[in-house]
């Protein structure tokens, strides 16, 4: 475990804290976002590969439009036409997303976070980062106080609980998620198509042309049918089902896996588990020459972002489970990320 000097953000420090666990794998967290900037793990070959998106410098992270890596919020995804009503009152939010609010705006994403507490016990290494959003700030109600903890363990596994406590008599709404691009194999693959894909899903959210959720609930259908058993991603015909941007309800248990990505190149497996009832996925289609921490610009359908998260646009769908936060009261949720390869599996 190390921390170091990443770089400046309006007059802060920036820190980079590495955590390692006794198998080789690293994860690389900036304070900028309380951002997940790489995390690295061994092949089938025992070869180091490092499975996110992102930059090598503070810069690129600064001018970042796509959520590289950061935690999001106070609401993740989109809020229809940047507004929303709680307790007869109307709130305007920054659009930033044509007509649409997305990811809180960058009031979590675009802000240095406070290294708050470091650890370091037998088999397991973590860091958390805390920081307070003030009443009124991107729109939003309430003072907030938000933790965010990562916590790596011999298990090959990055656990990431997310955290939110109210500070007024005043509700708000939160939703918060992390943001990683997945590529399991980067240095050989421009793209994630050759991933196999599976998640524990029957239903998802459909989008209007803006991305918007429509209130619907349908079932998986067509070539989206095909991701509850398992698919290569090249195998997904349809733009609508090669251009996901959606959000699947799990039907497995907090605990349970809830999905699986696996390059058959690496021999790498991802699985994930969630407290969250919904994982949001996004194949990056809207990526055009991103200058990433690669050589090769990352293209479309460069990574995948893996979303866990409460339903999008809660707020104003009476129909969907709330994210109202009520006053001096406590928000937590966790994801975790779980690695082997196809060397080290029985």
């Known amino acids: 475990m190390s921390e170091t000097d990443f770089g400046d953000y309006e007059g802060k420090k920036v820190k980079l804290i590495t955590l390692t666990n006794s198998n080789g794998m690293r994860a690389e967290l900036i304070s900028y976002g309380a951002t997940l900037k790489s995390l690295i793990v061994k092949d089938k070959y025992g070869i180091d590969r ?21 935690t999001v919020g106070r609401v993740c995804n989109r809020i229809a036409y940047a507004s929303f009503e709680l307790d007869d009152k109307k709130y305007h939010l920054p659009a930033n997303n044509g007509k649409h609010h997305l990811h809180g705006g960058g009031c979590l994403s675009k802000r240095v976070w406070e290294v708050y507490e470091i650890r370091q016990c037998v088999g397991m290494q973590s860091v958390k980062f805390t920081t307070v959003s003030r009443d009124g700030e991107f729109g939003y109600p309430s003072d907030v106080r938000f933790e965010v903890t990562f916590e790596m363990n011999d298990y090959n596994k990055l656990n990431v609980l997310l955290e939110a406590f109210s500070l007024s008599d005043t509700n708000t709404i939160v939703n918060l998620t992390i943001h990683p691009y997945f590529n399991l194999d980067p240095q050989a693959s421009a793209d994630v198509l050759d991933h196999e894909l599976s998640i524990k899903a029957n239903t998802y959210l ?69 407290s969250y009832p ?23 359908y460069a990574g995948i972002a893996i979303e866990a998260q409460k339903h999008s646009n809660a707020i104003n769908i009476p129909h969907f489970p709330s994210i109202v936060l009520s006053g001096h009261s406590k928000y937590s949720e966790w994801i975790s990320f779980s690695f082997t390869s196809t060397s080290t599996r029985n």
């Open 50 to 70: 490092d499975v996110v998106l992102g930059y090598n410098q503070m810069n690129g992270f600064i001018n970042d439009d796509v959520f590289m890596g950061a």
């Open 206 to 274: 459909p989008v209007d042309e803006t991305a918007l959720v429509t209130g619907e609930i349908c079932s998986l259908n067509g070539d989206l049918k095909k991701l509850r058993e398992g698919v290569c991603l090249n195998e997904l015909k349809t733009t609508a089902a090669i251009d996901i941007d959606n959000d699947f309800i799990l039907d497995c248990k907090p605990g349970d896996e809830a999905l699986r990505l696996r390059s058959e190149r690496s021999g790498i497996i991802l699985a994930v588990s969630t």
């Open 278 to 300: 919904i994982i949001h996925l996004y194949l990056a289609q809207h990526f055009n020459n991103v200058n990433g921490k690669i050589a090769q610009p990352y293209g479309k």
